[in-house]
C-alpha cells in the first residue's frame, strides 16, 4: 500500500460525497426514484413542477437529477439556484432568456419573494418557460413530488457513500444512524453533518 | 460523467449506471507518492479501454483541491489540454508528463478541512460523455489533526 | 475607561483602535434611526386615529387625510426604518468577522465568482496575505498585532437592544401617560408596558454590566518580533493586559483553527474548529500597575510539524495567539490575535531534477 494512501483518511460524509448530484434521489422507504416517471408526470403537469420538502430531505438532489433526465430527452434546461434576495433579478433574467418550452430550475423558490415568483410565474407563461423548483411549502405551482427525510432513507443513503464496506460496521455502527436520524429530525444535510464528526471522533480514537 | 479513483476502489464515486470506463494505470516517480514542496512530479499513464470509442480530446492536469465539511475550493497549478488528432494521438493511450510543485500549499489531513493533491486525467469522447480519472499524492510531511 | 481616540494616524487599511467602538458607533447611529422611525411612526399613528368620545367603541379616521397624504406622512418613518433597520443588520452580520469574510458573505453567487482570489502572500500560494498584521509597528517589538476580539459581541448587542427595546417603552410611556393625563386608563396599554419596562430595565443592566467588564479589564495588547512566522523558529512575544482590577490568571498560547463554510438549504453556515492548542505561558494572581498595565515577554515557538496558514474561498486554516484571562469577580474573556504561518523555505529544484520513471 502506498505511504500516501495510508495517511489519506478520507471521510465518506464530506461534502463532497454528499453534494447533491453525488447522491441518487431515493423517496422516504429508500427506495430509487422513477426519474422517467417524473418526468412524464412533469409533462403532464404542464411543463411545471414543484418539489417540496423540509430542509435537507433531498430537494435539490432530486431536482439536479430530474434535470439531466430532462435534458436527456433534449429539451433545453436552465438552472439556477438562490442563495439569497440578491440573486433574484439573475433568476428573472435566465427566465426571459430560456427558449420557449425549455426548463428553467429554480433551487429555493421561496427566496424569490412574493413579487419575484409572481414576476417568475407570470413571465413563465408569457415565454412558454417551465418551471421547476424547490419549495418548503406549497407554491401553487402543481407538487411533482413530496421529499421526506427518515431513517430508511439515511440508511440508504449511507450504503451508497465511498468505501462503505470497509467502515460501515466498525467505524460506523448502526446506532450512529439511529442516534445521528434522531439528533436532525429527518433533515439528512443535518445527519450527514452529525455522522462526519462521529467518523472523525472514532477513527482518531481507533489511531489512539 | 464517469469517475475512478483507484484508491477508493473498483466503483469509485457517484458510478451509477453509465457505460463502463476505461481503466487508467498511474506510477509517480516516488513509489510512495511523498514529495517535497518545490520537487519534480513525474507521472507515467496508461489508459485501457479506449478502442471502442474514440478520443476526441484529452487534458490532465495537477491540482490541489478542498475537502471536508466545506464546500469544495480548488486551485490548478499545471493544466494541458489536447484537442486535435495530431495532439492527442501521442498523448493516448500512454504517456508522461511532469510538474514543479510549488511551495504551497501542502497536503493537510485536518478535521473538518483537508488538503489534496492530485493529478486528473479526463478524455473526452466523439459520443459526449467524458471520463475523469483522480489519482492522489502528498505534499509535504505535515501529521494529521485529531478531532480534540 | 479607555475612550476611543479620534485623532490618530491611520495605519493601513485597518482600524487604529478599538473595532468594538468603531462598530458600536456605527450600530448606535442605526439604532437612532430606527429608534426615530419607530417613534415618528407611532406618533403619527396615534395622532391621527381617535375615538368619538360620544361613541368609544368605534374608531374614526380624522377626517380631511386623503390617501395618498397617509402615505407622504409614512414615507418618512418607513425610510428611517428601512435604512437603520438595514445598517444595523449588516453591523451585526459582520461584526466580529475578518476582511475576507465580509467580502465573501456581502456578494451574490454571480458576483462571488467574479471577485477573485483570496489575497496570498507572495510566492506561497493559498496561504494568506499579512498585510494588515504587519502594517501598525510595535512599542518594543517590530510589529503590534491586531485584535480579533469575539466577546465583544454582547457588548454591542447589549448595546443596541436596550437601545431599540427602551426606545419604544419610551413611546409607550408616553402614551400612558398622555391617557392619563387627559383622565382615560387604558388598562391594555398599561398592562403591555409593565413587561416591556421589565425588559428594558433588563437591557440596560445587562448592557451596563458589559460596558464595566469591558473598560474595567482593560485593553490587550501583543506585539511580536517578527511576522510572518515559520515552523521551528522561535519568536518574542510581547503582551501587555490593562485593567484596574486582579486578574486570577492570564494565558498565552497559540491554536490553530480549521474554518469550513457550508450551504446547509438556503443558509450559509460556518463551523470553526480548534485543532491544536500550544499553551505558551500562564501567569497566577496578576495586579496590573495602577494607571499602567501587567507586560510580560515570552519566547513563542512554532512547532516545526505545523501545517502553514492557509485560505480558500470556503477553507481556512489560521494560526492565532490566544489571550485568555480571568478576572477576579468577573467572567474570563479571550482575547484573539491572528497571525500567519508560512512553509518552512523551499528550494526550488532546478528543470534537470526531474526523475525518468525507471
Request: charged residues 20%; contains cysteine; proline residues 6%.
Amino acid at each position: 500500500m502506498h505511504h500516501a494512501q495510508k495517511t489519506i483518511r478520507r471521510n465518506p460524509f464530506a461534502t463532497r460525497y454528499v453534494a447533491s448530484a453525488r447522491l441518487t434521489p431515493r423517496d422516504a422507504d429508500g427506495v430509487i426514484l422513477d426519474l422517467a416517471a417524473l418526468v412524464v408526470r412533469l409533462g403532464a403537469n404542464g411543463g411545471s413542477g414543484a418539489i417540496v420538502g423540509a430542509h435537507g430531505t433531498g430537494k435539490s438532489t432530486l431536482m439536479s437529477h430530474l434535470a439531466d433526465a430532462v435534458a436527456a430527452g433534449h429539451r433545453p434546461v436552465w438552472r439556477t439556484r438562490m442563495s439569497n434576495r440578491g440573486d433574484t433579478i439573475a433568476v428573472i433574467d435566465s427566465i426571459r432568456s430560456a427558449p420557449r418550452d425549455a426548463l428553467v430550475c429554480i433551487d429555493s423558490w421561496e427566496l424569490l419573494g412574493p413579487a419575484g415568483r409572481i414576476v417568475a410565474r407570470w413571465l413563465a407563461g408569457r415565454f412558454g418557460v417551465g418551471l421547476l423548483v424547490t419549495a418548503h411549502r406549497e407554491t401553487g405551482i402543481p407538487t411533482l413530488f413530496r421529499c421526506r427525510g427518515s431513517r430508511h432513507l439515511l440508511g440508504a443513503l449511507v450504503s451508497q457513500l465511498p468505501g462503505h464496506d470497509e467502515w460501515f460496521g466498525t467505524t460506523i455502527v448502526p446506532d450512529d444512524l439511529d442516534a445521528a436520524d434522531v439528533k436532525a429530525g429527518g433533515d439528512m444535510r443535518r445527519a450527514f453533518d452529525l455522522l462526519y464528526d462521529r467518523f472523525e471522533q472514532a477513527r482518531s480514537s481507533e489511531v489512539s | 460523467m464517469s469517475h475512478a479513483d483507484p484508491q477508493l476502489g473498483a466503483g469509485g464515486i457517484g458510478a451509477g449506471s453509465s457505460p463502463p470506463f476505461p481503466r487508467v494505470d498511474v506510477r509517480f516517480s516516488h513509489p510512495g507518492r511523498v514529495y517535497e514542496a518545490g520537487e519534480w512530479v513525474t507521472v507515467e499513464y496508461l489508459i485501457d479501454g479506449l478502442a471502442a470509442e474514440r478520443p476526441r480530446a484529452f487534458e490532465r492536469s495537477a491540482l490541489w483541491y478542498t475537502e471536508g465539511k466545506g464546500e469544495e475550493d480548488l486551485g490548478i497549478h499545471s493544466f494541458e489540454r489536447f484537442a486535435t488528432s495530431e495532439t492527442i494521438d501521442p498523448m493516448v493511450p500512454e504517456g508522461t508528463f511532469a510538474f514543479q510543485l510549488p511551495t504551497s500549499p501542502l497536503s493537510y489531513e485536518g478535521v473538518i478541512v483537508k488538503i489534496r493533491w492530485c493529478i486528473r486525467l479526463r478524455i473526452f469522447f466523439e459520443s459526449g460523455r467524458d471520463h475523469v480519472s483522480e489519482h492522489v499524492f502528498t505534499v509535504g510531511r505535515v501529521p494529521p489533526s485529531r478531532f480534540p | 475607561m479607555r475612550l476611543p481616540r479620534f485623532f490618530t494616524k491611520k495605519r493601513g487599511h485597518r482600524r487604529t483602535d478599538s473595532h468594538a467602538w468603531g462598530s458600536f458607533a456605527e450600530g448606535f447611529f442605526y439604532a437612532l434611526l430606527v429608534g426615530a422611525g419607530v417613534v415618528f411612526g407611532l406618533l403619527l399613528v396615534t395622532g391621527a386615529v381617535s375615538y368619538a368620545p360620544a361613541d368609544p367603541d368605534s374608531v374614526v379616521l380624522q377626517r380631511g387625510y386623503e390617501w395618498w397624504m397617509w402615505l407622504l406622512t409614512l414615507l418618512i418613518p418607513v425610510a428611517l426604518l428601512a435604512f437603520g433597520g438595514s445598517g444595523l443588520v449588516r453591523v451585526l452580520r459582520t461584526w466580529g468577522k475578518s476582511q475576507e469574510h465580509r467580502a465573501a458573505a456581502s456578494t451574490t453567487m454571480i458576483l462571488r465568482r467574479l471577485a477573485g482570489n483570496v489575497p496570498e502572500v507572495h510566492g506561497h500560494p493559498g496561504v494568506p496575505s499579512c498585510d494588515n498584521l504587519e502594517n501598525s509597528p510595535g512599542i518594543v517589538l517590530r510589529y503590534r498585532l491586531p485584535l480579533e476580539s469575539p466577546e465583544n459581541w454582547s457588548l454591542v448587542g447589549f448595546g443596541l437592544f436596550a437601545l431599540l427595546w427602551n426606545a419604544v417603552v419610551v413611546v409607550l410611556a408616553v402614551g400612558v401617560g398622555v391617557d392619563l393625563i387627559g383622565g382615560t386608563t387604558d388598562w391594555l396599554l398599561i398592562g403591555l408596558l409593565v413587561p416591556f419596562v421589565a425588559i428594558g430595565v433588563g437591557g440596560v443592566v445587562l448592557f451596563v454590566r458589559a460596558v464595566v467588564l469591558s473598560t474595567s479589564v482593560g485593553p490587550t495588547h501583543v506585539e511580536i518580533s517578527d511576522h510572518p512566522l515559520v515552523p521551528g523558529r522561535t519568536y518574542d512575544v510581547r503582551l501587555g493586559q490593562g485593567g484596574s482590577n486582579l486578574f486570577r490568571s492570564i494565558d498565552l498560547g497559540l491554536e490553530l483553527e480549521e474554518t469550513a463554510t457550508f450551504r446547509q438549504g438556503t443558509d450559509t453556515r460556518t463551523q470553526r474548529l480548534v485543532v491544536r492548542r500550544v499553551p505558551v505561558s500562564t501567569w497566577q494572581r496578576v495586579q496590573p500597575v495602577p494607571g499602567g498595565s501587567f507586560e510580560a515577554r515570552v519566547a513563542v515557538t512554532i512547532p516545526e510539524d505545523s501545517m502553514h496558514s492557509f485560505s480558500s474561498e470556503n477553507n481556512s486554516v489560521q494560526w492565532r495567539i490566544v489571550v485568555r484571562a480571568l478576572p477576579d469577580h468577573w467572567p474570563e474573556f479571550t482575547r484573539v490575535f491572528p497571525v500567519v504561518v508560512v512553509p518552512v523555505a523551499t528550494v526550488m529544484a532546478p528543470a534537470d531534477a526531474v526523475e525518468a520513471l525507471g
